[in-house]
């Protein structure tokens, strides 16, 4: 099936012990949930790769007769339109000095979905990834010319294996299962209770 656009792109940070959702102060927003919506200009791209790797090469009867399977080791690259400032020194592991500086500290487990669509937009596909760590790996800051030049929140995402997912990075939902449950979804993904639904992002 062929996916279109990108919808929404949701954030949390979980508790590296317990894997538990971080809400209010520790977290990124109260219920813990983060959309990033188009009040802050939304996300432009998130590019996975890695999903799926080759295995090694098995030979019998002088020809190759199978491969050992391999876990996928999935990555993203991220491109926001403007986050906010507090929200990426949180996603980054950044501690602040109490003087306006921050100051790189023990990088958080980050969880992640990235919804978009069947190409009619009838239908919502999600990647789920509920355990990884965020890195800004550079910023190109450039001069304004004519034009205003505009630098984005690019940043690199490296998901790692989720024991309950069988250690496997990644998991994929999509609302075109009759058994889809949005809500089971986001306590799979990062481990939020029933009890706390996730805001409406704005304009949607």
């Not at 919808?7 to 590296?16: E, F, G, N, P, V």
């Not at 990555?75 to 980054?92: E, R, T």
């Not at 596909?125 to 355990?131: P, R, T």
Request: charged fraction near 25%.
């Amino acid at each position: 099936m062929a996916i279109a656009g990108l919808k929404l792109i949701t954030l949390a940070l979980r508790d590296k012990e317990t894997g538990a959702l971080l809400t209010g102060e520790a977290g990124l927003s109260e219920n813990g949930l983060f959309p990033v919506t188009t009040k802050m200009l939304g996300a432009k791209s998130a590019n996975i790769t890695n999903i799926s790797a080759n295995g090694t090469a098995v030979y019998g009867n002088n020809s190759k007769v199978d491969q050992t399977q391999t876990k996928g080791e999935p990555s993203v690259a991220l491109d926001f339109n403007d986050l906010p400032f507090d929200i990426k020194q949180k996603l980054l592991g950044r501690v602040p000095d109490g003087k306006g500086g921050y100051l790189q500290g023990d990088r958080p487990r980050v969880a992640m979905t990235i919804e978009t669509q069947n190409v009619k937009r009838t239908h919502s596909v999600y990647f789920g990834f509920a355990n990884g760590e965020v890195q800004e790996t550079a910023a190109n800051v450039q001069t304004d010319t004519n034009n205003e030049v505009r630098v984005d929140d690019a940043l690199t995402f490296t998901s790692f294996g989720v024991e309950e997912w069988n250690n496997e990075a990644m998991k994929v939902y999509s609302d075109i299962d009759e058994k889809f449950d949005k809500t089971a979804m986001e306590a799979d993904v990062f481990g939020a209770k029933a009890s706390a639904p996730a805001p409406t992002p704005a304009g949607q």
